[in-house]
């Protein structure tokens, strides 16, 4: 079984900055796209941004410039940097890998952390 575990929510200041980090664990040949999804209350799930094993990256228009996505492959790991924090940002986020595990390589199925609360407020 592979499992993601976020870590690095909390409160923050608005204008202030939060990294969140994502490592997946278990049994796994290889890792296709990264990415981090959130949930506002009363919305739906919307994507926040997606890196590929190549290195692309994609943002939603409404984060663009403040946050930052990255992965260390070494690590099975995501990272969100997230500067510039408004209010509106406040949402659980969650970790999204397309994960491959033995015997296959390039056969992935897609998987979610259990999400983290980030709230911004003063």
């Known amino acids: 079984q592979v499992q993601l575990v976020e870590s690095g929510g909390g409160l923050v200041q608005p204008g202030g900055s939060q990294t969140l980090s994502c490592v997946a664990s278990g049994s796994i040949s290889s890792i296709d796209t990264m990415g981090w999804y959130r949930r506002a209350p009363g919305n739906e799930r919307e994507l926040v941004a997606t890196?590929?094993?190549?290195?692309?990256?994609n943002y939603a228009d409404s984060v663009k410039g403040r946050f930052t996505i990255s992965r260390d492959n070494a690590k099975n790991t995501v990272y969100l940097q997230m500067n510039s924090l408004k209010p509106e940002d406040t949402a659980v986020y969650y970790c999204?890998?397309?994960?491959?595990?033995?015997?296959?390589?390039?056969?992935?199925?897609?998987?979610w952390g259990q999400g983290t609360l980030v709230t911004v407020s003063s």
């Open positions: 890196i590929t094993s190549g290195g692309r990256t």
């Open positions: 999204n890998m397309g994960v491959s595990t033995p015997p296959f390589k390039f056969r992935y199925l897609q998987v």
